[in-house]
């Protein structure tokens, strides 16, 4: 989406006087003016500590106010400090006055991979090396639940050692913005690359549509111009609709990103990068096949025996995360979930058991009351595993915790909603966050 130039003062900016230079915040050096569009402009900037390059958005607060957009904003820092990831522009803090708000941003200053498309058309190889940085940082973003929902060459940028930087979060979506039907309904990004399911207003899903996207771009990349093209608009649409373009037949259809992934020509050269945005515990122990005199011996344990005792602050804190924000900007290292129930710890190794087995997971023992459960078949991240754990809060009161200890994040939440708590649910008193548990109940 085009933004136009605006005014831009530099009132009520923390600046530091009696000299040329521009300190915002005692932190930050302002420097050159590298673009700027309705309601922003992007400076150079310099940490004044560590001498950092860094970009610095300044946006205007009450033009955003004005026209409504500071949902749109809020969003978007919430987005980016959520997908940390070698192939996304990291988001190094957010400050604020009463009229201005600065995103303080990692410097790329290789500039858009559109201006190198300008030039020309790529030859396969470096084509292949940037679709594959750019599905890399996609299915990142996917897997935390974000669609961008405008990818395109302008909002890709390059680095110093020319790898990919997915860029302007500014019309992504999470799950929470999809209707009751789950899916978005929100017509936005650029037209040349936008699906055609997001032009019929009928609702569309955010993660195929981004798909779409990446595949107008790799042809972008590989023929030097756009699949559809046309001076008036409506032909050009009519276009996307029926597909209608020339290009050779591998690249004739939609596919997935595992598709994409498992592609010979995709994987020639390439190398998955770590993400570091959260911490993922790595695999305790390997599964191994229980035997039945270990599990009998397990169960004689358990029998004669009390599970160990919930930190009573820990457990009120787990129970109020309905206060807790800092979700949406700090790092988590475990993805847990909490219940407590008013029955045995037996009882609920047993029902742990029965989820266990109707959900195909194999389940070993690692102590008395806790169990490790593994699922059959491969996920986005390997195999999903999760541990579950008992705790006695008050003799008639129990703790289980549930934390994901291998696989991916978003197939490890479906399971817990789909499966887990459907299985369990005649034996929970109250789930994290739901309901609080009464004082005056003992």
Known sequence: MEEKPTKHTQENTPVSHGSARNIIFDKYEMGKLLGQGTFAKVYHGRNLRTSESVAIKVINKDQVKKEGLMEQITREIAVMRLVRHPHVVEIKEVMATKQKIYFVMEYIKGGELFAKVARGRLKEDAARKYFQQLISAVDFCHSRGVSHRDLKPENLLLDENENLKVSDFGLSALPEHHRNDGLLHTQCGTPAYVAPEVLRKKGYDGAKSDIWSCGVILYVLLAGYLPFQDENLMKMYSKVFKSEFEFPPWFSKRITIPGIMKNPWFCKGFNRPIAFSISEPANETPFEQEDEAQRKELELKRSKSSPPFYNAFAFISSMSSGFDLSNLFENRTRSGSLFTSKYSASAIMSKLEALAKKTNFKMVFHKDFKVRMQGASEGRKGKLSVTAEVFEVAPEVA????????????????????????????????????????????
């Open 399 to 442: 703790v289980v915790e549930f934390s994901k200890t291998a696989g991916d994040t978003l197939e490890y939440r479906k399971f817990c909603e789909e499966d887990v708590r459907p299985a369990l649910q005649d034996i929970v008193w109250s789930w994290q966050g739901e309901n609080s548990v009464s004082g005056t109940e003992t």
